[in-house]
């Protein structure tokens, strides 16, 4: 009887052992959510490269989802405006139409964050994206900081693009968007998913708003131009940390990303 | 016998169980170091919030310690130069002497990594700082990245500089050198420690060279100046991935980021 209550005692101890040891790896992978992604911008590559014309990147979008479940970018040959939203990840192709993107994707440039609201406002009545980035600036409590912000309601109208895809030797981006097209939305239900950056931010990404535009269905969208909004939620995520990933990659090494691209950047964006 | 057999056996299970689970605890410890801190350059604040007189900050160098064993800084009140070399930290502080900096310490700017040599090379006779910039640069694969530098060797000349601790209302960065201590070291064996980032990244880090000096006998050093270099080795190490943690504080979140700063910039670094 000793002996079997000795074995019983030590398979007790090596359960107990196992079940603290366990509870250790759960503690590390509950870490490395909290803090290394949920508050965290994730960036692949930079603004400048895709205004260059680098526009195959290594960065599958399965990957991309470890870092973030809202957010917004492009895909490898420029093939159409991406949106991360609700934990999916949507391509608006070049006919304005929306696809959920399979993990094996791949982007040249996405921004992604994991969505948590800190502040939010109801809007309505706001005549132009003019007048929204006015109204919305005006609430952020310091132009510091970067913002994801998402804006959720019925829009009057909205103006969106999106690009098709492009063939080596790839044009830059501003050579590439001639080829856009542009879609106008009326009476549309949908979400603006995008970022706020600071100015000091220009070299990597687009200082103030970027926003790309999906319907309630998730059936069409694009990157902003133009809106007019009856009324929405304005819901806005305050990201102290940057974490950037610049691609191992031919392309981006030889890329000249020293001149000045803000000219190039506004044609490009508005 | 057959009861204790099957003890015995449960028990080789149980501890079969808990060291399986043991290495998945290892593998996720070992991962977060891998993938998230060693090529990583992780960067407390912007320079920017500095030249503007943000000079404390909430993160403790205990912290910093997590994301890297080498780089560059300074510390709260603008109190020295700050150099991470070997796992340790040193403040240089205005009179030109080294100390450990204790893990309680706090810093309103600093730049680290894990310092992984990718490329090295011996070099002699090198007659000025300039011309060290130029023979390093040449041997960069891309501009597009960012570099951590380590320069270990026997100089003939090597001229630094420290700061001494600010009171409030703290003065511009611009203002505060003004009260800079110069140090000129002739045939001193040290290191010279610090990073290369690309243009793009102007507005949150030094575009171009930005080293820091520390003695063999870890005794003194500063913000380099200035040097003459006998022979030495350079090791780099490339790194693609820019982690930036902006302070949650009011004074970084008060201040005017928003011009210009590389006039200032010169000014203070040269």
Same mark, same amino acid.
């Given at each position: 009887?000793?002996t079997?209550?000795?074995a =019983? +005692?030590?398979?007790?101890?090596?359960?107990?052992?196992?079940?603290? =040891?366990?509870?250790?790896a759960?503690?590390?992978?509950a870490?490395?959510?909290?803090?290394? #992604?949920? #508050?965290?911008?994730?960036?692949?590559?930079?603004?400048g490269?895709?205004?260059?014309?680098?526009?195959?990147?290594?960065?599958?979008?399965?990957?991309?989802?470890?870092?973030?479940?809202?957010?917004?970018?492009?895909f490898? +040959?420029?093939?159409?405006?991406?949106?991360?939203?609700?934990?999916d990840?949507?391509?608006?192709?070049?006919?304005? =139409?929306?696809?959920?993107?399979?993990d094996?994707? $791949?982007?040249?440039?996405? *921004?992604?964050?994991?969505?948590?609201?800190?502040?939010?406002? !109801?809007?309505?009545r706001?005549?132009?994206?003019?007048?929204? $980035?006015?109204?919305?600036?005006?609430?952020?409590?310091?132009?510091?900081?970067?913002?994801a912000?998402k =804006?959720?309601?019925?829009f009057?109208?909205v103006?969106a693009?999106? *690009?098709?895809?492009?063939?080596?030797?790839?044009p830059?981006?501003? @050579?590439?968007?001639?080829? $856009?097209? !542009?879609?106008?939305?009326?009476?549309?239900?949908?979400?603006? !998913?995008?970022?706020?950056?600071?100015?000091?931010?220009?070299? %990597?990404?687009?200082?103030g708003?970027?926003?790309?535009?999906?319907?309630?269905d998730?059936t069409s969208?694009?990157?902003?131009?133009?809106?007019? !909004?009856?009324?929405?939620?304005?819901?806005?995520?305050?990201?102290?940390?940057?974490?950037? %990933?610049?691609?191992?990659?031919?392309?981006? #090494?030889?890329?000249?990303?020293?001149?000045?691209k803000?000219? @190039?950047?506004?044609?490009?964006?508005?």
């Open positions: 009887m000793q079997r209550s000795n =019983v +005692r030590l398979r007790a101890v090596a359960i107990a052992i196992a079940l603290a =040891v366990l509870s250790t759960w503690a590390f992978a870490e490395a959510q909290s803090t290394e #992604d949920r #508050d965290v911008l994730f960036q692949v590559s930079t603004i490269a895709l205004l260059e014309g680098v526009y195959d990147g290594p960065v599958t979008f399965g990957e991309l989802h470890r870092h973030g479940d809202f957010g917004l970018g492009t490898n +040959r420029l093939d159409g405006e991406m949106i991360g939203f609700g934990g990840f949507y391509q608006i192709n070049a006919q304005g =139409v929306a696809n959920r993107v399979p094996r994707w $791949q982007t040249p440039f996405a *921004v992604v964050t994991f969505f948590d609201t800190d502040q939010s406002a !109801v809007i309505d706001v005549r132009t994206y003019d007048d929204l $980035q006015q109204l919305i600036e005006k609430t952020l409590p310091t132009p510091n900081i970067c913002y912000i =804006v959720t309601g019925q009057d109208y103006k693009r999106s *690009v098709p895809a492009q063939q080596r030797p790839y830059k981006l501003v @050579e590439a968007i001639k080829d $856009q097209s !542009v879609f106008e939305f009326r009476n549309v239900r949908g979400t603006l !998913v995008g970022f706020w950056m600071p100015e000091y931010m220009k070299g %990597v990404n687009v200082a708003y970027h926003l790309h535009f999906l319907d309630e998730r969208g694009g990157h902003l131009l133009e809106c007019r !909004v009856r009324e929405a939620v304005v819901e806005i995520d305050y990201t102290r940390s940057f974490y950037m %990933v610049l691609p191992e990659q031919a392309d981006f #090494d030889a890329a000249d990303l020293r001149s000045d803000e000219k @190039e950047l506004h044609r490009v964006e508005k």
